[in-house]
């Protein structure tokens, strides 16, 4: 799992993005809506439901309006994401912390998230330790990003997390003991003017955590030019995975 410095480095940047992370997030609105289009295909009632991430609350509004409960918990480890899920859920109980040690004191019906499993730098044992937090036939649902995510930065900088792929994710569903209800892995492609915005665009979202060094002006410069030099035009590649299963 995570070491302490690495989850407080990621959450350092995580909450210096929250105020702009909103208008840049395009990727993970869209991962979030198709995350609970598919869910509620599956089922739209739930008693219980457990929030992994939840931020600015981009998927707590999707599950609010699509999505019936009785109780909410949420998770984030930056404390200022509370106030934005109360916004939209006030009855939110919000646990602020690692994932993998919050005790919400009930067994869930569904355990849900956006865009963080991919933090998990073992997710064999992510999902071993949720397991245990959900109740019998209990849903988890989340959605990731795959092998390709980001090539172009990986491609200049050789930067990137354990980014696994759909296939892989759900044989560790599998042998964890997981019916698959729902998986799906795509791509989508973002442009920028230049590298310069393109890495606005990874700071503003709190993808810069990708790496706990900050970047000289002549970095970033030399980072540009090789980008330009490398790649015919300024994009991004996300390889977004979403994800359904059902404990049995």
Same mark, same amino acid.
Do not use: H
């Given at each position: 799992m995570l070491s302490n410095n690495q989850k407080s480095h990621i959450k350092k940047h995580f909450e210096k993005s929250m105020k702009n992370y909103d208008k840049n997030a395009t990727v993970q609105k869209m991962m979030a809506s198709k995350l609970v289009i598919e869910l509620s295909k599956i089922c739209q009632e739930f008693d219980n439901i457990l929030e992994l991430g939840s931020g600015t609350g981009i998927l707590s509004k999707q599950i609010n309006d699509n999505i019936s409960f009785k109780n909410y918990y949420a998770n984030d480890l930056v404390? +200022?994401?509370?106030?934005?899920?109360?916004? @939209? !859920?006030? #009855?939110?109980? *919000?646990?602020?912390?690692?994932? &993998?040690?919050? +005790?919400?004191?009930?067994?869930?019906?569904? @355990? !849900?998230? #956006?865009?963080? *499993?991919?933090?998990?730098?073992? &997710?064999?044992?992510?999902i071993e330790i949720l397991k245990l937090q959900l109740d019998k036939d209990g849903i988890l649902a989340f959605s990731t990003f795959g092998t390709d995510n980001y090539k172009e930065i990986t491609g200049l900088t050789g930067l990137s997390l354990n980014y696994l792929s759909p296939e892989k994710i759900q044989d560790i569903l599998s042998k964890q003991g997981f019916e698959i209800l729902y998986c799906e892995g795509f791509y989508e492609e973002l442009l920028f003017k230049n590298p310069l915005e393109l890495l606005a665009h990874m700071k503003n979202t709190g993808v810069n955590s990708l790496s706990d060094k900050t970047w000289t002006i002549k970095e970033v410069k030399d980072f540009c030019d090789r980008f330009n030099k490398k790649y015919p035009q300024t994009k991004l590649t996300y390889s977004p995975i979403i994800v359904i299963a059902r404990k049995v």
């Open positions: 404390e +200022k994401s509370k106030l934005y899920v109360q916004k @939209i !859920i006030p #009855n939110t109980q *919000f646990f602020c912390g690692s994932a &993998l040690k919050i +005790k919400t004191g009930r067994k869930q019906n569904l @355990i !849900i998230s #956006n865009a963080m *499993f991919q933090w998990f730098d073992n &997710l064999d044992k992510a």
